[in-house]
């Protein structure tokens, strides 16, 4: 029930742009479709930090930092979230986790790497 896999991580130059997927390919509908799903990331000495959320409604919040560069979404036929990112900047390399949350019960993925370089 709670394995979550990103994908989509790599190289990006700053200015470019780049979709996170994450997949909650165990899970049944009648429990992912409720959950809160959200994206963080911990870059290097650093610790973890939210990025954006997206409620069971599709109530998106984001960081003050990624605010108009970043979009969340959510697929629940295909039990899916995205993180779909603009305008990168250097300081938006990190490993970039998913993570589930229902009733105070929190699952997360293993993360993908995400790198800005030029």
């Known amino acids: 029930q709670g394995l979550l896999v990103e994908s989509g991580g790599g190289l990006v130059q700053p200015g470019g742009s780049l979709r996170l997927s994450c997949a909650a390919p165990?899970?049944?509908?009648?429990?992912?479709?409720?959950?809160?799903m959200a994206w963080y990331r911990q870059a290097p000495g650093k610790e973890r930090d939210l990025v954006a959320t997206?409620?069971?409604?599709?109530?998106?919040t984001y960081a003050d930092s990624v605010k108009g560069r970043f979009t969340i979404s959510r697929d629940n036929a295909r039990k899916k979230i995205y993180l779909q990112m603009n305008e990168r900047a250097p300081e938006d390399a990190a490993v970039y986790y998913c993570?589930?949350?229902?009733?105070?019960?929190?699952?997360w993925g293993r993360g993908t790497q995400v790198t800005v370089s030029s």
């Open positions: 997206i409620t069971s409604d599709s109530t998106v």
């Open positions: 993570n589930r949350n229902l009733g105070g019960q929190t699952f």
């Open positions: 165990t899970t049944n509908t009648s429990v992912f479709n409720p959950s809160t």
